[in-house]
């Protein structure tokens, strides 16, 4: 079984800093991708960041600038540094992370539970 168990969320003003963090457990051969993704209320849920096993990172434009992902992969834990955070950053952050458990497997998603961020204004 694998788990992705996220941590670090919680309330924060406008303009204040938080980071993230999010540990694979279980049977893991290999992690590809790791990211992070959020979803407001009554929105799609949407990409915040990813990052490749060999580092490349990818962002969206809205975080640009403010938000780092970034990745132990000795831990299987990727974070989140986000600063200078708006409301409108607030959501639902989730991890998610594809994997396999052996050399045979194909590459499978995973998805933490999910840790709310709220930013106040």
């Known amino acids: 079984q694998v788990q992705l168990v996220e941590s670090g969320g919680g309330l924060v003003q406008a303009g204040g800093s938080l980071r993230l963090s999010c540990a694979a457990s279980?049977?893991?051969?290999?992690?590809?991708?790791m990211g992070w993704y959020r979803q407001a209320p009554g929105k799609q849920r949407e990409l915040v960041a990813h990052?490749?096993?060999?580092?490349?990172?990818n962002y969206a434009d809205s975080v640009k600038g403010r938000f780092t992902i970034s990745r132990d992969n000795a831990k299987n834990t990727v974070y989140l540094q986000m600063d200078s955070l708006e409301p409108e950053d607030t959501a639902v952050y989730y991890c998610?992370?594809?994997?396999?458990?052996?050399?045979?497997?194909?590459?499978?998603?995973?998805w933490g539970q999910g840790t709310q961020v709220t930013v106040s204004s």
């Open positions: 998610n992370a594809d994997l396999k458990k052996n050399y045979y497997d194909t590459y499978v998603s995973y």
């Open positions: 990052i490749s096993s060999g580092g490349n990172t």
């Open positions: 279980g049977i893991i051969f290999r992690i590809n991708v």
